[in-house]
């Protein structure tokens, strides 16, 4: 699939302020089975600095710097991507990750970061672990029925719903609230995964879905690491396994640090911030680019 997008922020504020130092979060992944054919990043008022860097999770992010006085900020990012093709998990998983759970020893140690719970001291969350238990027991231990096991149960006990303000919520919260985001059930997901052995990260982007809403707006969702297979994306609060619609911008072992934009600002006792967000996607082509061996 190709495809264009624009995803604007502005902000006003009630009285001039001064903007601190910001992190954007808004580049399409261009590697992985993915294309990035173009990007732009629009920034009003003009930075002092803007640079890109490669964060620790490898993704490129940007951050900028400024100077001065302003009562409006706006940002706007203009993106082209091309999803590729990706060669079905079942023809790729190594023996050794296909039962569960996992031993940590036979796992690359870059990979230790998307063990760790998300409780203070890296525990796991006791609700996420019975819920992983739970899955474990009906999947004969095979890590892509206890994957398919885990998700049917997650949205047989949490009800999807958009929730666009606050980070997500821990997995014991969301189980309690019995409703949840997207990134509420993709914490989850990842929490319940972790604990069985399974490496698990957050995951920021774009659904393409069909038919075209009235309004797109970012989605969250989870990859997990399959030896063999490497890295894949699994929507707790979709359809599963994802597939080329899906357009990943931000992963992060953390889900805070996959948000779109973070940042400050300071002015007068009482100044007050607005904020006007859009997302537009347009599909150039459905067609799915193969997967090139060798390029």
């Given at each position: 699939m190709r495809?264009?997008?624009?995803?604007?922020?502005?902000?006003?504020?009630s009285a001039p302020v001064l903007l601190g130092p910001h992190r954007f979060c808004l580049r399409p992944r261009p590697h992985g089975f993915q294309r990035l054919l173009d990007y732009r990043?629009?920034?009003?008022?003009?930075p002092s600095q803007l640079y890109d860097l490669l964060a620790a999770s490898g993704d490129m992010v940007t951050r900028a710097r400024f100077l001065g006085e302003t009562d409006r900020f706006l940002v706007v990012a203009h993106s082209e991507v091309e999803t590729l093709s990706q060669p079905l998990v079942t023809a790729c998983l190594d023996e050794d990750m296909a039962r569960l759970p996992v031993p940590i020893g036979r796992l690359n140690g870059?990979?230790?970061?998307?063990?760790?719970?998300?409780l203070p001291n890296g525990q796991h969350d006791p609700a996420a672990v019975d819920l992983a238990q739970e899955a474990l027991m009906g999947s004969d231990q095979r890590s892509l029925t206890f994957l398919q096991q885990l998700i049917e149960i997650i949205q047989d006990r949490v009800k999807y719903t958009q929730r666009h303000v606050?980070?997500?919520?821990?997995?014991g919260r969301t189980l309690k609230e019995r409703v949840g985001s997207c990134r509420d059930l993709a914490v989850l997901m990842i929490e319940a995964c972790r604990s069985v052995g399974l490496p698990a990260r957050?995951?920021?982007g774009y659904h393409l879905v069909e038919p075209k809403p009235e309004r797109y707006d970012l989605h969250a969702w989870t990859e997990v690491y399959l030896q063999g297979a490497g890295w894949r994306g699994f929507d707790a609060s979709g359809m599963g396994a994802?597939?080329?619609?899906?357009?990943?911008?931000?992963?992060?072992?953390r889900s805070d640090l996959t948000a779109a934009i973070t940042g400050s600002f300071s002015g007068p006792p009482g100044v007050e911030s607005d904020l006007e967000w859009s997302i537009s996607a347009e599909i150039l082509s459905a067609d799915t680019a193969p997967l090139l061996s060798g390029s």
């Open positions: 495809a264009r997008l624009i995803h604007r922020f502005e902000y006003r504020y990043l629009e920034v009003t008022p003009e870059d990979l230790l970061s998307n063990l760790q719970g998300w606050g980070p997500a919520w821990p997995a957050f995951v920021s994802v597939d080329d619609r899906y357009i990943p911008v931000a992963t992060s072992s």
